[in-house]
């Protein structure tokens, strides 16, 4: 009887083992896609990136790296913070651009991903007034691909290792770049509990209506107010039980993701948040299993396609790992050991990982002394192995519901008033009808907030910084001196009956900073006309 109930028990040990081993399990041709993915969307980013080089990653620019030393964290790591000179920092940009492209064809996969992960972290600390969510999102995700086989399918290594691949892996590493996603998306659908407008529905056309960073289908999307908050309160409920993402596999797992993937790819076409939507969907790959694989296969043969064509392109990769050198030890015992300290390093990460989570907001000294902040120890802990989890904020609690602008007045050595930010005479009325293109690029509109942020905050002296730049560069690149700068941004309430109509909203100007150029000068409030706002 004994011996039966062990047997039992040991059945149904096994049966809940196998389970959540099957919820975990990504495929290695889906760690594939997921790895070209990344190194593509590092290439894009450093291009996005160059077109702001001088502006914002040079010490000619308005983020010199004494200001981005006292923006980061303690400790930051930052391959950036060890030149000031912009032909090195230049360079640096081509060495990530090269490692990128190792990551994309996957040779010494894991080597490309670590230094890809560093490479990605130096560029955030080198100017953090400029990341987002997106920038966040994708280096925790990069540093939990650190634990995976990336290189197992479909690059140099798989070729070079000669031996069939693994088919797919599941384990510690698998279940955290998995619960990274679904961590994410329940976050935030908590925080989005707390306001009305998100459960109401509300919320969705509210920031259709944001001009400021809407774009393409965004305008003609505002006709239909009604389908939008359908669609918002849908998004709403997906984010509030995106946890069933891990507990249902196969199809019945994609019928669960790809509503996720549309949801991300709208993103992409309406709103101007950066690169999160694409990110997004890297990580939502990752959930695609064997039975997707299989389906495809099934797929293309219905449409007359043999899917070994495909893989038989793929298997070129053979021609070109052969301009790539074979570096390898075959010492057993050093293989082991390495893998013993990949082990050991993804148990202590995750071990800090579920501290930091379970513990992060618990009272003073429930963690360690009385003396000691416990938020500051484990945010200690989890900046050291960069997994340190933000509070996934996106358009939440509550969605921003008013457009916002920018007026510089600056006052010239002749007397005239004049918008250094928009260029144009002295004027508090919109500088375009679709505020979007105030930006040139999206991460200028995130150098905005952070601007606007420091305006109001100790410790961040990005306005002082700007107005510096500006009072310096306006006499050399126009020819006119200035002796004073403001900084404005200007609010346009946005309600459903002037989402269309901004001519209709109420503005305000609320000041930033004042400065004045030049230590001869005093700093002098030049405040917008009455009948002007």
Not at 26 to 36: E, G, K, M, P, S
Not at 489 to 500: H, L, P, S
Request: aromatic letters at 10%.
């Amino acid at each position: 009887m004994t011996s039966e109930l062990s047997l039992r028990r040991l059945d149904l040990a096994t049966r809940v083992r196998e389970g959540v081993a099957d919820r975990v399990r990504i495929d290695t041709r889906t760690l594939a896609v997921f790895r070209v993915f990344a190194g593509i969307l590092v290439l894009a980013d450093l291009v996005a990136r160059s077109r702001n080089f001088s502006y914002f990653y040079t010490n000619d620019g308005v983020v010199p790296q004494s200001l981005a030393h006292d923006l980061s964290s303690s400790g930051a790591f930052s391959v950036f913070h060890y030149t000031t000179d912009p032909t090195v920092i230049a360079a640096l940009f081509v060495v990530q651009a090269l490692i990128a492209v190792q990551l994309i064809v996957g040779y010494k996969t894991r080597i490309a991903t670590i230094l890809t992960f560093l490479f990605v972290v130096s560029l955030d600390h080198h100017n953090p007034l400029v990341t987002s969510y997106a920038d966040i999102l994708f280096r925790l995700l990069l540093f939990w691909a650190i634990f995976l086989p990336l290189g197992e399918r479909w690059s140099v290594d798989a070729v070079q290792a000669d031996r069939e691949p693994q088919a797919s892996v599941a384990g510690l590493a698998s279940a955290l770049i998995l619960f990274q996603m679904v961590y994410m998306y329940v976050h935030n659908g908590v925080h989005k509990m707390e306001s009305d407008l998100w459960t109401s529905g509300e919320a969705t056309p509210l920031i259709m209506g944001l001009d400021d960073m809407t774009f393409l289908l965004a305008e003609p999307m505002r006709q239909f107010p009604t389908l939008l908050q359908l669609g918002g309160l849908k998004w709403y409920y997906m984010l509030l039980f995106s946890w069933v993402l891990l507990l249902v596999v196969g199809r019945k797992r994609m019928v669960l993701v790809l509503p996720f993937v549309i949801a991300h790819a709208s993103f992409a076409v309406t709103v101007r948040i950066g690169a999160f939507a694409y990110v997004a969907i890297a990580g939502l790959l990752l959930f695609v299993q064997r039975q997707v694989w299989e389906d495809g296969k099934s797929l293309l043969r219905y449409a007359n396609v043999e899917p070994s064509r495909i893989t038989d392109r793929l298997s070129r990769l053979e021609c070109v790992a052969d301009y790539f050198p074979t570096v390898g030890f075959d010492d057993e015992r050093l293989s082991q050991a390495r893998a013993a300290v990949y082990d050991v390093s993804l148990t202590v990460v995750a071990a800090s990982l579920i501290v930091f989570l379970l513990f992060a907001h618990a009272p003073m000294g429930a963690v360690v002394g009385d003396d000691v902040n416990p938020d500051d120890e484990i945010d200690g802990i989890a900046s050291i192995v960069a997994a340190d989890q933000p509070n996934w904020t996106v358009f939440a609690p509550h969605p921003r519901t008013s457009d916002r602008y920018h007026v510089f007045p600056a006052k010239t050595a002749d007397g005239d008033l004049i918008d250094v930010y928009n260029d144009r005479p002295l004027t508090y009325d919109r500088p375009y009808d679709q505020l979007q293109q105030q930006y040139g690029t999206y991460r200028e509109r995130f150098y905005m907030n952070s601007v606007r942020r420091g305006g109001s905050s100790a410790g961040n002296d990005a306005p002082d910084v700007m107005a510096e730049h500006i009072c310096e560069t306006w006499e050399e690149e126009h020819g006119i001196e200035l002796t004073h700068v403001n900084m404005y941004y200007v609010t346009e309430d946005i309600t459903m009956e002037t989402i269309d109509d901004h001519e209709e909203r109420e503005r305000y100007a609320t000041l930033i900073q004042k400065n004045p150029c030049g230590d001869e000068h005093e700093p002098m409030e030049i405040g917008p006309p009455p009948d002007d706002l």
